[in-house]
């Protein structure tokens, strides 16, 4: 039976007539969609009225710009698809000081072209080691040292006026043991006691651990942390200082859904849902990728609608393969839950792809990845702020004759510069000797070869950059990387640092940067070609070609302007692309263009595109 939504005079009841029609119509429009998210709960009609209160006290709060853009990107909902859209991520104080200091550093963003920057957590942490922000005691107010709630507006309309979208962290599977519902969940108040998973008993605990795998199996073993306060276990995937929050209590939810209110009413454009994937729990699993989790973001996807349609949820969600396109929408979900996802599988496969000199491997995974929502985009990335843990599928392995192990063990090797004739320069984060797993740390430069000088390391940089700017998501470059920037020798100084060698590919920008040096330079020129070429739309899908020379990734766009066809050489050696393979997908080599380039493609024998170590060509008519 379909629940009516509920009357909203009362809510609305100071605002003019035009605002109280425009709420309602979206309420009528998304109502539905809200109670099927919230269809996890037992009441989900009560649940949603209060979400819809939450949502209309927030719409009445936005300010008159914010409006405006609302009706901006509801024109046109594409504007993070576009060629044109291109990301940078970094940490507020390693890229700028604080908050102010960001403003000054817009030229620089400028001139790379960037559309979207993705500031690391800057939400108040809990003292000493935070996880890099990710332990937040405070959702509104900000880390004293990097400005206020009224720096973060004036920030974000410095950069909206300069077309530059601002996307923040929600971390919402945990909240920092110091944040005041788990002081008051220790204090014993039930209420908040309920916001987290807290087990009196070993027994259960014992249960749960059978089935979770270890997140920080170095810093952080098992999933529970004893608290003396609580008499009792509770939840913490990630650091004993990192209470898992109880989605299944819907006043969390509540909370949240206020939280992102919040910071689009501070102008957040894009928010980033931290740790998405292990928001629910589900006993005798590995309590990650449950469907309840994309219920409960369709849920909270509604909430933005409702208040403030211009902002957009980007999902962080590190999974294998075969999870990952569910956080983009699928089945009943398709289109309703995040407009952004990270493109981990990708990102796993251009550095293996670099180590093997073969893509065989990428071509099977990436062959097997269902297409995406065209509503949606993914975030494409040669690295993050994070390691790189090897999401390599043992049966895509198997299928191409490797073994996913052994696979994941040359890489492990490989990227830490272990395995004789390696250029990578990273360091092992994490080793599981349960598993075997060990995950690499380092910057694109010197897990690229720049550190150990090897020839060709820009070529290879220039290459994950062209694979990145070249698929058809949302690219996102790391801060530092457009320059070349290397592990940070001193990581461990800084006091909390010492034990998490993710620090080593966090380093300072070392301003001034040199404006034109060659890397810069040539990034920039990608960038451009990127902007200039209607077929890298996120709206159509890539497909990745089977290929015929094994060194070569490519890689098939059908736009309605006519096909764009990739390669990218992975090797160090010269390679082709046929002639006939291109006329075969309705190029003609004689007349197409290389995109990157700007200029005819080198050919060589009948048609043939030669292609240079490492190499990229985006090919297209003229
Ligand atoms: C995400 C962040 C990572 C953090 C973890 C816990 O994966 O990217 O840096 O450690 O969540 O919040």
Redesign the pocket.
Known sequence: MSVPPPDLTELLGALPPHRRDLFGARVERWWPDLLDGLSVYADPAAVGERVVALAARAFAERDDELHALDLRRTLAPDWFQRPEAVGYAAYVDRFAGDLRGVVDKVGHLQRLGVTYLHL??LLKPRPGDN??G??VMDYRSIREDLGTMEDLRDLTDTLRGEGISLCL?L?L??VAAEHEWAVRARAGEQRYRDYFHVEADRAAVDAWEETLPE??PDFAPGSFTWDDDLEAWVWT???SW?WDVNWANPDVFCEYADIVLHLANHGVEAIRL??IAFTWKRLGTACQNQPEVHALTQALRTVTRLAAPATIFKA?A?VGPRDLVQYLGKGRHHGKVSDLAYHNGLMVQVWSMLAAGDVRLATEALQRLDPIPASTAWITYAR???DIGWAIDDGDAAAVGLHGWSHRSFLADFYSGDFPGSWARGLVFQHNPATGDRRISGTLASLAGLECGDPLALDRILLAHAVVLGWGGLPVLWMGDEVGLLNDPDWADEPGHEGDN?WAHRPRMPWPVDEDGALLQRVRRLVRARAATPHLHASTGTTVLDPHDTGVLLTLREHPLGPMVSAYNVTATERWVWGDRLRELGLDPDSCVDRVSGEPPHLAGPGDVRLRPYQAVWLTAP
Do not use: K, S
Request: net charge negative.
């Open positions: 690391l957590p996880d890099g990710y332990a962290d971390v599977n945990h997140v920080f995937t990630f650091n990192q931290d740790a962080e590190i993050c702020h994070d993710r």
